[in-house]
């Protein structure tokens, strides 16, 4: 079941092998009041701990399928719905540590019924969340 917040607590977590994590994870509910395409999302900002890490540097999961910042535009085809989530992957050598954080997203959408002078709509959220396994 998906959660209020846009950042979920399920799939925050460290990845890679345990003595070597190469990042982490963040789960992001689709924050749109509709469906729309993923060519449509600028682009995710994640922040830990006051720590940003760009959307230009992390990798953006959908299903089984992962996109760079760079292929996001091209993703015409490809729909985000409407209590979709998507993974937030950044790399991140050693992973995070164990303990709670602060989490912070800013996901940019473009809406093409919007005027470009109001675009992107910068969407934010901010939680605590839980490393279990460091």
């Known amino acids: 079941m998906l959660e209020r917040s846009h950042i979920q607590s399920t799939g925050f977590r460290n990845f890679g092998p345990e003595n070597a994590r190469a990042g982490f994870e963040v789960r992001i509910r689709q924050a749109n009041y509709r469906s729309s395409r993923?060519?449509?999302?600028?682009?995710?900002?994640?922040?830990?701990?006051?720590?940003?890490?760009?959307?230009?540097?992390?990798?953006?999961?959908?299903?089984?399928?992962?996109?760079?910042?760079?292929?996001?535009?091209?993703?015409?085809?490809?729909?985000?719905?409407?209590?979709?989530?998507?993974?937030?992957?950044?790399?991140?050598?050693g992973g995070l540590a164990r303990g709670v954080h602060l989490v912070g997203s800013a996901i940019r959408y473009r809406h093409p019924y919007f005027p470009p002078e109001f675009q992107p709509v910068i969407v934010r959220n901010e939680r605590h969340a839980t490393i279990i396994m460091p």
């Open 38 to 93: 993923l060519s449509l999302i600028e682009g995710v900002d994640i922040t830990v701990d006051g720590i940003l890490y760009p959307a230009e540097n992390n990798l953006f999961r959908l299903g089984e399928h992962e996109y760079t910042h760079a292929e996001l535009d091209d993703a015409t085809e490809t729909r985000l719905y409407v209590g979709d989530y998507f993974t937030v992957v950044v790399p991140k050598p």
